[in-house]
Protein backbone atom coordinates (compact mmCIF):
# COMPACT_ATOMS: atom_id res chain seq x y z
CA UNK A 1 0.00 0.00 0.00
CA UNK A 2 1.31 3.29 -0.80
CA UNK A 3 2.34 5.77 1.74
CA UNK A 4 -0.78 8.30 2.33
CA UNK A 5 -0.19 11.93 4.05
CA UNK A 6 -3.33 13.40 4.33
CA UNK A 7 -3.34 17.62 3.88
CA UNK A 8 -5.62 19.60 5.58
CA UNK A 9 -6.38 23.49 6.72
CA UNK A 10 -8.88 25.88 7.10
CA UNK A 11 -10.23 28.35 4.23
CA UNK A 12 -7.32 30.66 3.28
CA UNK A 13 -4.55 28.94 4.78
CA UNK A 14 -3.01 28.09 1.43
CA UNK A 15 -3.61 24.20 1.16
CA UNK A 16 -3.26 24.91 -2.99
CA UNK A 17 -0.18 26.70 -2.76
CA UNK A 18 1.32 23.89 -0.43
CA UNK A 19 0.49 20.58 -2.51
CA UNK A 20 1.81 22.45 -5.47
CA UNK A 21 5.16 23.12 -3.67
CA UNK A 22 4.56 19.36 -2.72
CA UNK A 23 3.65 18.39 -6.66
CA UNK A 24 7.05 20.66 -7.99
CA UNK A 25 9.05 17.81 -5.79
CA UNK A 26 7.64 15.27 -7.35
CA UNK A 27 4.87 14.25 -4.59
CA UNK A 28 1.12 13.02 -6.49
CA UNK A 29 -1.60 14.84 -5.48
CA UNK A 30 -5.04 13.91 -4.99
CA UNK A 31 -7.58 16.86 -4.29
CA UNK A 32 -10.72 16.20 -3.15
CA UNK A 33 -11.68 20.33 -4.32
CA UNK A 34 -10.64 19.77 -7.74
CA UNK A 35 -12.26 16.26 -8.18
CA UNK A 36 -15.10 18.09 -6.36
CA UNK A 37 -15.34 21.05 -8.79
CA UNK A 38 -14.85 17.97 -11.82
CA UNK A 39 -18.20 16.96 -10.31
CA UNK A 40 -20.06 20.15 -10.44
CA UNK A 41 -18.28 21.37 -13.78
CA UNK A 42 -20.42 21.18 -17.10
CA UNK A 43 -21.16 17.39 -17.87
CA UNK A 44 -20.12 16.89 -14.40
CA UNK A 45 -21.06 13.29 -13.15
CA UNK A 46 -23.39 15.12 -10.35
CA UNK A 47 -25.41 17.52 -12.38
CA UNK A 48 -28.38 15.65 -13.18
CA UNK A 49 -28.53 14.59 -9.24
CA UNK A 50 -28.11 18.53 -8.41
CA UNK A 51 -30.30 19.56 -11.37
CA UNK A 52 -33.37 16.82 -9.64
CA UNK A 53 -33.10 17.66 -6.26
CA UNK A 54 -32.53 21.23 -6.30
CA UNK A 55 -34.10 22.59 -9.72
CA UNK A 56 -32.83 24.04 -12.82
CA UNK A 57 -31.89 27.91 -11.14
CA UNK A 58 -28.90 25.94 -9.55
CA UNK A 59 -27.45 24.76 -12.78
CA UNK A 60 -25.25 28.05 -14.24
CA UNK A 61 -25.63 28.54 -18.33
CA UNK A 62 -22.88 26.35 -19.11
CA UNK A 63 -24.29 23.47 -17.09
CA UNK A 64 -22.05 23.53 -14.14
CA UNK A 65 -23.74 23.74 -10.51
CA UNK A 66 -24.49 27.30 -9.69
CA UNK A 67 -21.62 28.09 -6.87
CA UNK A 68 -23.45 31.17 -5.74
CA UNK A 69 -26.75 30.51 -5.35
CA UNK A 70 -26.02 27.21 -4.03
CA UNK A 71 -23.52 28.70 -1.47
CA UNK A 72 -26.41 31.10 -0.44
CA UNK A 73 -28.52 28.14 0.01
CA UNK A 74 -26.54 25.97 1.90
CA UNK A 75 -25.87 28.36 4.43
CA UNK A 76 -28.98 29.44 4.81
CA UNK A 77 -30.75 25.98 5.33
CA UNK A 78 -28.41 23.74 6.92
CA UNK A 79 -30.99 20.60 5.40
CA UNK A 80 -29.63 21.73 1.48
CA UNK A 81 -26.18 21.13 2.82
CA UNK A 82 -26.80 17.87 3.77
CA UNK A 83 -28.85 16.97 0.60
CA UNK A 84 -25.91 18.40 -1.05
CA UNK A 85 -23.45 16.52 0.60
CA UNK A 86 -25.24 13.58 0.22
CA UNK A 87 -25.07 13.74 -3.44
CA UNK A 88 -21.41 14.96 -3.78
CA UNK A 89 -19.40 12.95 -1.13
CA UNK A 90 -19.70 9.72 -2.02
CA UNK A 91 -18.47 10.37 -5.76
CA UNK A 92 -15.99 12.34 -4.56
CA UNK A 93 -14.58 9.11 -2.03
CA UNK A 94 -15.55 6.75 -5.08
CA UNK A 95 -12.77 9.02 -7.39
CA UNK A 96 -10.42 9.00 -4.31
CA UNK A 97 -9.96 5.61 -4.10
CA UNK A 98 -10.26 4.93 -7.69
CA UNK A 99 -6.81 7.50 -7.96
CA UNK A 100 -5.03 5.59 -5.06
CA UNK A 101 -5.43 2.63 -6.73
CA UNK A 102 -3.53 4.31 -10.19
CA UNK A 103 -0.68 5.08 -8.14
CA UNK A 104 -0.21 2.28 -6.04
CA UNK A 105 3.26 2.17 -7.05
CA UNK A 106 4.25 6.27 -6.19
CA UNK A 107 6.34 6.61 -3.23
CA UNK A 108 3.98 8.76 -1.75
CA UNK A 109 0.29 10.18 -2.02
CA UNK A 110 -0.45 13.90 -0.60
CA UNK A 111 -4.43 13.36 0.30
CA UNK A 112 -5.47 17.13 -0.29
CA UNK A 113 -9.00 17.19 2.17
CA UNK A 114 -10.22 20.20 3.66
CA UNK A 115 -12.65 18.44 5.83
CA UNK A 116 -9.75 15.64 6.69
CA UNK A 117 -10.55 15.86 10.43
CA UNK A 118 -14.25 15.41 10.43
CA UNK A 119 -14.19 12.82 7.97
CA UNK A 120 -13.58 8.94 9.74
CA UNK A 121 -13.60 7.17 6.37
CA UNK A 122 -11.04 9.48 5.54
CA UNK A 123 -8.78 9.26 8.26
CA UNK A 124 -8.53 5.76 7.97
CA UNK A 125 -7.44 5.72 4.63
CA UNK A 126 -3.55 8.06 5.91
CA UNK A 127 -1.18 6.66 7.73
CA UNK A 128 -0.37 10.79 8.31
CA UNK A 129 -1.61 14.28 8.73
CA UNK A 130 -0.02 17.64 7.98
CA UNK A 131 -1.96 20.65 8.81
CA UNK A 132 -1.30 24.18 7.10
CA UNK A 133 -1.93 26.76 10.02
CA UNK A 134 -2.04 30.34 9.72
CA UNK A 135 -3.90 32.93 12.19
CA UNK A 136 -7.59 33.94 11.36
CA UNK A 137 -6.96 37.08 10.06
CA UNK A 138 -5.08 36.07 7.38
CA UNK A 139 -7.67 33.42 6.64
CA UNK A 140 -9.97 35.87 6.04
CA UNK A 141 -7.69 38.47 3.98
CA UNK A 142 -6.58 35.33 1.91
CA UNK A 143 -10.15 34.22 1.19
CA UNK A 144 -11.48 37.36 0.38
CA UNK A 145 -8.88 38.43 -2.06
CA UNK A 146 -9.11 34.53 -3.97
CA UNK A 147 -12.81 34.41 -3.85
CA UNK A 148 -14.26 37.78 -3.69
CA UNK A 149 -16.76 36.44 -0.60
CA UNK A 150 -17.51 38.92 2.01
CA UNK A 151 -16.31 38.32 5.56
CA UNK A 152 -19.89 37.40 6.61
CA UNK A 153 -20.06 34.13 3.95
CA UNK A 154 -16.24 33.50 5.35
CA UNK A 155 -17.12 33.20 8.95
CA UNK A 156 -19.97 31.05 8.00
CA UNK A 157 -17.69 29.06 5.63
CA UNK A 158 -15.11 28.68 8.81
CA UNK A 159 -18.06 27.60 11.52
CA UNK A 160 -18.67 25.17 9.42
CA UNK A 161 -15.18 23.66 10.03
CA UNK A 162 -13.81 22.38 13.20
CA UNK A 163 -11.44 25.09 15.23
CA UNK A 164 -7.90 25.97 14.66
CA UNK A 165 -7.06 24.65 18.19
CA UNK A 166 -8.77 21.20 17.08
CA UNK A 167 -7.10 21.06 14.11
CA UNK A 168 -3.91 21.80 15.54
CA UNK A 169 -4.48 18.96 17.86
CA UNK A 170 -4.88 16.48 15.19
CA UNK A 171 -1.89 16.83 13.43
CA UNK A 172 1.52 15.35 13.01
CA UNK A 173 3.14 17.28 11.35
CA UNK A 174 2.34 21.56 11.01
CA UNK A 175 3.06 23.74 7.84
CA UNK A 176 3.17 27.41 8.96
CA UNK A 177 1.98 29.40 6.17
CA UNK A 178 1.77 32.54 8.16
CA UNK A 179 4.93 34.53 6.79
CA UNK A 180 7.21 34.79 3.78
CA UNK A 181 6.54 31.92 0.63
CA UNK A 182 10.29 31.36 1.10
CA UNK A 183 9.93 29.72 4.81
CA UNK A 184 7.12 27.75 4.01
CA UNK A 185 8.56 26.36 0.93
CA UNK A 186 11.33 25.45 3.29
CA UNK A 187 9.34 23.71 5.38
CA UNK A 188 7.74 21.40 2.81
CA UNK A 189 10.81 20.68 1.36
CA UNK A 190 12.10 19.04 4.63
CA UNK A 191 8.73 17.08 4.82
CA UNK A 192 8.95 15.97 1.44
CA UNK A 193 12.37 14.04 2.33
CA UNK A 194 10.78 13.00 5.57
CA UNK A 195 7.72 11.07 4.07
CA UNK A 196 9.84 9.48 1.21
CA UNK A 197 11.95 7.99 4.10
CA UNK A 198 8.82 6.85 5.78
CA UNK A 199 7.64 4.87 2.82
CA UNK A 200 11.15 2.98 3.08
Do not use: W
Not at 24 to 38: K, N, R, V
Request: charged fraction near 20%; aromatic fraction near 4%; charge should be negative.
Amino acid sequence: MTYLVGLTGGIGCGKSTIANFFKELGAHIIDADEISHALTAPSGIAIEAIKQAFGNEFIDDLGAMHRAKMRELIFSDPDTKRQLENILHPLIYQQVLAKINQLQHTPYILLVIPLLIESPKYLALVQRIAVVDCDEPQQISRTMARSHLTEDTIHKIMACQISRTQRLQHADDVISNQNELVLTKAQVTALHAQYLKMRN
